[in-house]
């Protein structure tokens, strides 16, 4: 895999098109982000982690965490209950779309990377309050980053729960066909906190590493999740993990990656290495246009497509 030299060279060549990209800002807080940052880290199972750009830069995971929390709901519930209230195939629509929802009968999202289905799946955290699902989320957050220190933006959580009206009228949609039950003000606020999630690029990348790893954090030896559930998250982020533009991203750099709109983006290398990346310009999509660059540089110089 490449020199630190090297992956700054690709880093600066990515970040020339930093100025056709453009940060979020439907989350007022995700607004104030510098188009022009770009950091990486590739993290590798012997530890080793090579990286460039400033690593120190803090992301919030926004969609990333949709794959975390999906991991964490598999364990807690199980295949079966799980996907009875969410489904398994793309939609090929932005992901706050409204429109699939009303054509499957009986209504169910149609799968848990578009928000009415991450909705779905944040309701299925276990635990007795908001408090306790979300410390539960957190602390599963830290122990596959290995970094007990991870916690989340309140800027971005409330900027977020403020402004959330059609992820509200997903929930809406959601309670009144029985997939969710419980009261939609609560739901938003432990979503809105739980897409506030912040880390660097470097945590990022540990997490893609224990899912390119089958579930295995190989630096402990903690099996985190099972091979099955790292199998079946890591499918999602091939079918869509990269919004509708997921067929072009496997076609052109064939890696299992979820991005945000916060611009990060973690991708595992099966068996190989983890993967997190930060640079908030946004292509017409909602994926990182500098973090796709490098992605798409890294997958053909190193032939790290799994197709
Ligand atoms: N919190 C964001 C939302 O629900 C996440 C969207 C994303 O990153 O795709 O709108």
Redesign the pocket.
């Known amino acids: 895999m490449c020199t630190k030299s090297e992956l700054e060279q690709f880093v600066k060549q990515a970040k020339q098109y930093a100025r056709f990209g453009k940060v979020a800002d439907?989350?007022p807080a995700l607004g104030k982000a510098n188009p022009n940052d770009l950091s990486i880290a590739i993290y590798k199972p012997d530890g080793n982690v090579i990286d460039a750009g400033d690593t120190t830069d803090k992301v919030t995971l926004?969609?990333?965490s949709k794959i975390i929390t999906l991991a964490l709901v598999l364990i807690d519930h199980g295949e079966k209950e799980v996907f009875q209230k969410v489904g398994m195939e793309p939609t090929g629509d932005p992901?706050?779309s409204i429109a699939k929802l009303e054509e499957v009968q009986p209504a169910k999202p149609l799968n848990p990377m578009i928000?009415a289905g991450?909705l779905a799946v944040t309701h299925m955290i276990n635990g007795a309050s908001v408090e306790e699902r979300f410390w539960r989320l957190l602390q599963f957050v830290r122990k596959l980053a290995g970094n007990p220190e991870i916690s989340y933006s309140k800027e971005v959580a409330t900027s977020?729960f403020e402004t959330?009206f059609l992820?509200r009228s997903l929930c809406y949609f959601l309670k009144q066909h029985g997939i969710i039950n419980e009261d939609v003000e609560e739901l938003m606020d432990l979503?809105?906190k739980q897409?506030a999630i912040e880390m660097t690029c470097v945590d990022l990348a540990r997490i893609g590493l224990v899912f390119a790893m089958d579930g295995r954090d190989p630096l402990t030896g903690e099996q985190i999740m099972p091979s099955d559930v790292a199998r079946i998250c890591k499918t999602f982020m091939v079918t869509c993990g990269m919004?509708n533009a997921s067929g072009e991203f496997a076609i052109k750099i064939g890696i299992p990656a979820k991005?945000?709109?916060?611009g990060g983006i973690l991708a595992a290398v099966p068996g190989r290495f983890g993967i997190g990346i930060f640079g908030p310009a946004l292509d017409d999509k909602?994926n990182s246009i500098t973090g796709m660059k490098l992605l798409k540089l890294l997958s053909k110089t190193y032939s790290l497509s799994i197709f």
């Not at 991005?259 to 916060?262: D, M, R």
């Open positions: 439907y989350i926004q969609s990333i992901f706050h928000n991450a977020e959330a992820n979503y809105t897409c919004y991005s945000g709109v916060s909602g």
